[in-house]
């Protein structure tokens, strides 16, 4: 095994050299856990990006990992490589607190499916990552452990909410992150921190334990990572049917990495660009930002074609998603309240008041729009291959607050002004995958949102692959991360 003199680069390593290096025996489980520890006790003080670091744990893991490896044991496909799971994602014995006052102390007494599925790879669980309550916005703050700062500029906000998910591995804190997306909370921190981040199709990864199965939305887990490449070897890990999810998808035989590795061209694939989806502002640097990042698709032989405007204004898809956002967020609050309402997010408050004032008809109909909104989404693959806009409306912003006050000059009524982007695909359930786009003057990184057919997310995967080859960023990193930990 490797030895301490290779600790000082292991944090730049992606998942995928990792695992493969730990399987020929160049590289310790035991160093590469090390190398993370040291990393989050020197940057997370300033980022706050883990409520909770599992290092004695992490430790004994590693070394077990070891062992294993040097028996000849069976390897899983993430043996001795070091992730952290979101503070909403339930974990056997290890304080899950959803970031809430509500639920501060808790302990699960058994692993949500993707902990479990991650664990039976042969990870190494390091930490618990930040999120606002109930991942309930797209910044990442809660009253139990305060808010987390975006590695690029640590004023600014890492988005949410996922976003210690996003911060840990745009640091080098562990190259693998789960994260979980309702309207965006896996892709609008991936954009925020310069990084990939994969909301799968609805039912790729079941959702266990889940209390409103049924919903109209699909709340999913998913990776946050520095590659495509590793985004698709952690797909592979979670995805898979489970019955305790009823509408996880079977098994299709598909293997995402191979997908990536395979390098296959995407000469004459069709790439609808959507904008700002008609109706949602969007700062001029991040639309000149994407519009390059499109450019590279051309260059790679993909025909661009703006979407005509009447097929790309999907305003009313708005008063429905977030009624339905609302609902789920009432239900699951109803029982604290009103006794505990003080020691509830203002934002949440706000979702179960507008539900309260809502009637069943009201939300029925709010389903019909959904129908109808995937529907549209639809007909646009009959022409297109892949559709594409930002993930976000702007670059990171001023840490303290919930949302911008304007964003190209127009004043924001609520958070719901800053996610359309994302919440669209939340409701037809396509996969869809932030990608960074390149950075503002200013530094700050900016997303690329491609969105792939019903159901094709190897399809996406091998885009996404195509373009991370053409317009790489593996090399690119905060500059608060140390020069040491960085290859040259």
């Not at 056997?92 to 902990?115: C, M, N, Q, W, Y």
């Not at 995967?461 to 195509?466: D, Y």
Request: hydrophobic fraction near 40%; charged fraction near 20%; charge should be negative.
């Amino acid at each position: 095994m490797v030895g301490s003199e290779r600790r000082g680069d292991v944090c730049a390593v992606s998942a995928t050299e990792l695992a493969a290096a730990i399987r020929a025996r160049e590289l310790s489980p035991v160093e590469a856990t090390e190398a993370v520890l040291d990393r989050i006790a020197a940057l997370d003080p300033e980022l706050n990006a883990f409520c909770t670091v599992t290092a004695e744990t992490a430790r004994h893991r590693a070394r077990e990992a070891e062992r294993q490896v040097l028996r000849g044991d069976p390897l899983g496909p993430l043996h001795g490589v070091p992730y952290s799971l979101k503070d909403l994602t339930p974990t056997k014995g290890i304080r899950t607190t959803f970031g809430s006052r509500l639920t501060e102390h808790h302990v699960p007494t058994e692993d949500a499916l993707v902990a479990r599925r991650m664990a039976e790879s042969g990870g190494v669980l390091v930490g618990k990552t930040n999120t606002p309550e109930g991942g309930c916005k797209a910044v990442t703050d809660n009253p139990v452990f305060g808010p987390t700062r975006n590695p690029w500029h640590t004023g600014r906000t890492p988005g949410g909410s996922s976003g210690g998910a996003a911060a840990a591995v745009a640091a080098g804190m562990a190259p693998l992150a789960e994260g979980s997306d309702f309207a965006g909370s896996i892709r609008i921190p991936a954009a925020f921190c310069g990084l990939v981040g994969f909301k799968p199709s609805d039912g790729r990864i079941p959702t266990a334990p889940n209390p409103m199965l049924w919903h109209p939305i699909t709340y999913c887990n998913g990776p946050i990572t520095r590659s495509v490449a590793d985004a698709a070897l952690m797909l592979q890990v979670l995805a898979g049917p489970d019955d305790a999810d009823p509408r996880s998808l079977p098994d299709t035989g598909e293997d995402f990495p191979s997908v990536v590795a395979a390098e296959r061209p995407v000469t004459g694939w069709r790439v609808g660009w959507l904008g700002n989806l008609g109706f949602v502002p969007v700062e001029a640097e991040v639309t000149r930002a994407c519009r390059r990042a499109l450019g590279v698709l051309g260059e790679l032989g993909c025909e661009l074609e703006d979407v005509e405007p009447a097929n790309a204004d999907f305003s009313a898809a708005v008063e429905a998603y977030v009624l339905l956002n609302a609902n789920r967020r009432a239900a699951l609050m109803e029982p604290h309240l009103p006794e505990r309402e003080r020691d509830v997010d203002p934002l949440m408050i706000w979702r179960v008041e507008h539900s309260r004032a809502r009637t069943a008809t009201d939300a029925a109909r709010a389903e019909m729009v959904q129908s109808a909104v995937y529907q549209r989404v639809r007909r646009l693959f009959e022409r297109y291959d892949l559709l594409a806009l930002p993930t976000t409306p702007c670059p990171p912003f001023e840490i303290g607050v919930d949302y911008p006050a304007e964003i190209a000059g127009v004043p924001l009524a609520s958070q719901f002004d800053l996610i359309p982007l994302t919440y669209l695909f939340n409701m037809t359930g396509h996969p869809a995958v932030s990608l960074p786009a390149g950075p503002t003057e200013d530094g700050l990184p900016v997303g690329l949102q491609l969105v792939g057919r019903w159901r094709g997310d190897a399809d996406l995967l091998r885009a996404a692959g195509a373009y991370e080859r053409a317009a790489p960023w593996a090399d690119r990193w905060p500059p608060l991360v140390p020069a040491s930990g960085v290859r040259a």
